[in-house]
């Protein structure tokens, strides 16, 4: 079987073995088609960029693959392809094409070293989720502190705001009823107040097991959307978002 190279980035984290893991192919034109959701699958992150010349006036072309399906946009993997892609880029922005449209990322370097990234999300739309008594019983809640909506800005992400953190921490979802609730969407769990919150999301694609992303930056802008939709913080007001409590042993 043909070689084909590929970077591990650790996401949302200045340390190796934290963060959200992330498989980045550069240079996947080489990779046939057919092969690409076998990589993704074998590799089993909870996405596998795979990268390619331009086609639409960005730096380079990206697509992103969870273990079961291609999705439009992510967002820890637009912020991984943006170190990895960005390193021979001119300039302090990559501008990365997606399935959601271009999508800029604007670059902090220490020398020739990339070590932050600022990204401008795709404007997720919002609708009201349906069942939620069914959704909350999942959930193993009784209430949410705020409607439950649903934003997609590519991927489609389901808010429930609980009392404290420590009831975040704790939670337990029973993942089957989810799954057939939630297929092909992500449930985020977040408590807090000001400026720190702390979140879990559990991705129900079909196909795949029941996982928990040590952090999720699709998630993160509609989080912060939701919160200022409904005046818990201000809009254009900058805010920590942490993982909390049993999830994935990864600091994010």
Partial sequence: MTAYRYVICDVFSNRPLAGNQLAVFPDAFEIPESRLQPLAREINFSETVFGYPPAAGGHARIRIFTPGREVPFAGHPVLGSAFVLGAPVEGDEIRLETGRGIVPVRLQRDGGRITFGWMRQPIPTVTSFGDETALLAAVGVGRSLLPVEVYDNGLQHV??????EEAVARLAPDH????????DRC???????????KTRMFPYD???????DPATGSAAGPLAMHLARHARIAFGEEIEIARAGQGPRRPS
């Fill in 206 to 212: 079909e196909g795949v097991g029941p996982r928990e």
């Fill in 159 to 164: 808010y429930v705001m609980l009392e404290t």
């Fill in 176 to 183: 089957g009823a989810l799954a057939r609730l939630l297929p």
């Fill in 187 to 197: 449930l985020n769990c977040f408590a807090g107040g000001g400026k720190r919150w």
